[in-house]
């Protein structure tokens, strides 16, 4: 795996991760991934500027980069106390009514959009993403787990489908990689794809802790961290349009944002 050099990453986590991490997993993950023909399958897609210049969590080439894919899964384990699929859930709870049809923003590997389907079996779920290599994972550990989730490649903040087409709209772990401007872009696209009363939740780094505690953006190798710390998730949801907006502290280091789409917006709003 290519990293980046005297990052704290590089000298701190990675030296720390390297004991912990199972090596011949990843390698078998590595070689059970036909790589060029995922990225063919997924098609291309214009990637934003910020995305390709990026080298995240220490990694060359960010999530344009097989490494990354292989490595995602056990690294994040570690990197989202007290245990990963606890952190997840509490995106789950938050979710108020039965939503029939689901999109997951920057779905990466699909952990959270696999929780989403196993939460509402009978929904149609889509996973998108920008990196094919990340959906590659996401499609396998699907299939290992029986699920039904579309995924697809595209850009969070121009999707392709139609207005008022989702009931739910979900992100986790997205906006604290992308630059303030991108994640505000996001949530107005959200809005647009959310049905009157559609319901979104974004579970993320809590924002307030990664304030003060500065020396937390210095350890993971994240290009945008600080702009997302010192922005207001709360604020953006809030200019997007979303109602109901409230944001809960969980384990102090991540939240979980809740919103909601006016029930009476009226869709030719957005011609
Ligand atoms: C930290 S990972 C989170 C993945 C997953 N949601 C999770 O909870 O583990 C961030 C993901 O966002 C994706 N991403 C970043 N910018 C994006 C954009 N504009 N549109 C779609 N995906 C994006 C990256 O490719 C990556 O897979």
């Not at 390698?27 to 897609?45: I, K, N």
């Not at 590659?136 to 989730?149: D, I, P, R, Y």
């Not at 697809?152 to 990689?177: C, K, N, R, T």
Request: charged share 20%.
């Amino acid at each position: 795996m290519a990293t980046g050099q005297d990052t704290l990453f590089e000298r701190f986590l990675a030296p720390v991760l390297g004991q912990l991490l199972d090596r011949e997993a990843m390698l078998q993950l590595r070689r059970s991934v036909d790589w060029a023909a995922a990225a063919d399958q997924f098609g291309a897609v214009g990637y934003p500027d910020y995305y390709q210049t990026g080298n995240f969590h220490g990694i060359e080439g960010g999530y344009l980069s097989p490494d990354a894919a292989v490595t995602y899964d056990p690294i994040t384990q570690y990197v989202l106390p007290p245990n990963e699929t606890w952190v997840r859930q509490n995106l789950v709870d938050t979710i108020q009514g039965q939503p029939r049809r689901i999109l997951d923003l920057g779905c990466g590997t699909g952990s959270t959009t696999l929780l989403l389907k196993q939460a509402f079996p009978k929904a149609e779920v889509i996973g998108l993403d920008l990196s094919p290599y990340m959906l590659a994972v996401a499609e396998q550990k699907a299939t290992a787990e029986g699920l039904s989730v579309t995924w697809i490649q595209g850009d969070a903040a121009q999707v392709p489908f139609a207005d008022a087409s989702f009931d739910l709209v979900s992100a986790s772990l997205l906006f604290h990689e992308t630059p303030p401007s991108v994640a505000r872009a996001v949530l107005a696209e959200s809005h647009r794809l959310l049905k009157p009363a559609g319901e979104i939740a974004i579970l993320d780094g809590n924002q307030r802790t990664l304030r003060w505690a500065g020396w937390l953006n210095d350890i993971f190798e994240e290009p945008y961290i600080r702009e997302y710390a010192s922005g207001s998730l709360d604020a953006w949801m809030g200019a997007a349009g979303f109602e109901s907006v409230r944001t809960e502290d969980f384990w102090m280091i991540h939240q979980v944002t809740h919103g909601v789409k006016p029930a009476d917006y009226s869709l030719p709003a957005y011609k």
